[in-house]
């Protein structure tokens, strides 16, 4: 078993990245706030496991300010994604709150910059416009205008079905940002798709949320790992979060799994679980069999 993390070419972007990486959503939310000394510990192992993949957004609440805090000094050893069309959060999370103009996204984009102490982006997505919104406030030009004054490298889009197609037509968008997992595989063929043209794909609920009174997932999205029988099919003393993951990973072309935790033993769970690696063929042919059967 290799003792480091697998990483891949995110699509044509070119960059080298670690197939696990880390989200901070769960910084930002609406919860009690980690103490600011446990917070630092938790990037420091993020960044020792040797993931080399951060996604944020502006309006994750603060935690923009909080890599800027805790990882500027290790800016070198990670490449970095935020979103944008957000506006300001006032100290709470609501990822419904976007406005879609060219203004908007530059403002908020020079605020990101600010709060990062960068002078540039890796990867900026919009934040989960639709195809109209999109179209209307000339998010692309947006987008590209930030790249060629140097605020961002690459661009890309957080999406879902029924908007995916299209962005993907356009053929604007180095990234695509999709939520994925064997309990969540509305956008399998999309996936697909989008890899064979070249795009980045950056998987999110990877993990279908984590496990009911573990992580976020929910009773009603787990039921469906019982009803498929998928604990029959998993390795001994193996969880089921790691067995999805592991299922998410073994789409061939999903290049990194962003993953957010405030636990370091989630963190090293999900770390040992990429490590293993991909399901063995015979074993995700039958679990994809059986989740298809529960759909």
């Known amino acids: 078993m290799p003792e480091k993390l697998p990483s891949v070419v995110l699509g044509r972007t070119g960059l080298e990245v670690t197939r696990l990486g880390f989200g901070t959503a769960l910084h930002g939310a609406s919860r009690p706030r980690m103490p600011l000394e446990q917070m630092r510990e938790l990037y420091d192992g993020v960044l020792d496991s040797g993931i080399n993949f951060i996604d944020t957004a502006h309006d994750y609440v603060d935690s923009e300010e909080m890599i800027g805090r805790l990882a500027a000094h290790r800016y070198s050893e990670f490449y970095l994604a935020s979103k944008c069309g957000c506006t300001e959060s006032d100290g709470v999370q609501d990822n419904s709150k976007h406005e879609w103009t060219r203004d908007n996204l530059i403002r908020r984009v ?8 960068r002078d540039s982006i890796d990867v900026m997505q919009l934040h989960n416009p639709t195809v109209e919104e999109a179209e209307a406030g000339g998010l692309v030009e947006a987008l590209q205008e930030m790249r ?8 890309g889009v957080s999406t879902t079905l029924p908007h995916l197609p299209t962005f993907l037509e356009w053929g604007a968008f180095d990234v695509f940002q999709i939520p994925y997992s064997a309990l969540e595989p509305e956008h399998e063929e999309w996936i697909t798709k989008a890899g064979e043209a070249g795009i980045g794909i950056v998987i999110r609920g990877g993990i279908a949320q984590g496990e009911p ?10 039921a469906g790992f019982r009803r498929g ?6 390795e001994y003393g193996e969880s089921r979060s790691s067995f999805i993951l592991r299922y998410t990973l073994s789409h061939p072309h999903v290049h990194t799994v962003i993953v957010g935790t405030t636990s370091l033993d989630h963190l090293v769970e999900n770390v040992e679980a990429t490590i293993r690696g991909p399901l063995a063929p015979d074993v995700y042919a039958e679990a994809k069999r ?3 059967r529960t759909l």
């Open 229 to 234: 029988g998928l604990d029959e099919l998993m």
């Open 213 to 222: 009174n573990v992580g976020l997932g929910t009773t009603d999205r787990w």
């Open 290 to 292: 059986r989740v298809l």
């Open 110 to 117: 020079e605020v990101s910059l600010e709060r990062l102490g």
């Open 148 to 155: 060629s004054r140097g605020m961002v490298r690459f661009i």
